[in-house]
């Protein structure tokens, strides 16, 4: 006898540029200038204080509208959570509309806007809210995995860093359609555990839970500056705090999630 496990159903919810979402809304001075990795397109960028209390109170309202929906909530940073729907509160019948409802309340309740991913597992929805940010849905169902996952490029998987992409090259595997065709034992034999790892991604398979209870990484010190301070100068206090509090992985998702930043005019 064959025994399947009912496909689940998980959103990864993504606020969109969340710090400065929240810095934009409630700063009328800010509407319409850019705020977002300014200090590329502006090198005289002035930066503008991180207000942290804040963005964990706005958060936390975001928190509040997920658990009409579900009490399967794990936090992955401010902005950043994912939902197993498999079940939801409210009786909606798919996790599409359950992901719907969640981003028109975001917007109707707090004017922010949030990108979602809808599949059957974790790493999946995770890709998938990031296809149509800012402000977009994007699902895959169980029976689109194949045709989702093979043509994308293998850094797009979890732990697949500079170092593991640089690996995989030197055995041709460039898309996760090369890594599908790796065998398991060469797999484990390069990678060890993580092998076996990479050998299930590349099938869309990830049996790893949302677990509700996972502590939520983000910065969590504040510092309080008289004037504005020039970003070059808070540049290595910014590295110092982010060394001290952030992992090594979520550090790269949050610096892309964009500190606020006011160009000088
Ligand atoms: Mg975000």
Request: some cysteine.
């Amino acid at each position: 006898m064959v025994c399947e496990m009912a496909a689940r159903k998980i959103i990864h919810i993504d606020m969109d540029a969340f710090y400065a979402s929240v810095e934009q809304r409630d700063d009328p001075q800010l509407h319409g200038k850019p705020v977002v990795r300014a200090e590329r397109l502006c090198p005289n960028a002035t930066f503008l204080l991180p207000d942290f209390p804040r963005y964990r109170a706005v958060s936390s309202q975001v928190r509040e509208i997920f658990k009409r929906h579900t009490d399967l909530i794990e936090p992955l940073s401010l902005d950043e959570a994912y939902l197993d729907v498999s079940e939801n509160k409210t009786g909606l019948p798919t996790a599409t509309q359950v992901a719907r409802t969640i981003r028109e309340q975001i917007r109707s309740e707090l004017s922010l806007t949030a990108s979602a991913g809808v599949a059957p597992n974790k790493f999946l929805a995770k890709i998938a809210s990031d296809r149509k940010k800012p402000n977009g849905l994007f699902v895959i169902q169980p029976e689109e995995i194949d045709s989702f996952l093979l043509p994308l490029p293998v850094d797009r998987l979890p732990g697949v860093g500079k170092v593991t992409e640089e690996k995989l090259k030197h055995l041709e595997v460039q898309t996760i359609a090369d890594l599908r065709r790796m065998d398991l034992p060469t797999l484990e034999g390069r990678f060890g555990r993580y092998g076996v790892r990479l050998y299930e991604l590349a099938r869309g398979i990830d049996n790893s839970e949302v677990v509700p209870d996972r502590p939520t990484q983000s910065i969590s010190a504040e510092d309080t500056f008289e004037q504005d301070v020039l970003l070059a100068e808070m540049e290595p206090m910014i590295r110092k705090l982010a060394e001290h509090t952030w992992t090594a992985s979520r550090k790269e998702s949050q610096l892309k999630t964009g500190l606020p930043i006011r160009c000088s005019p």
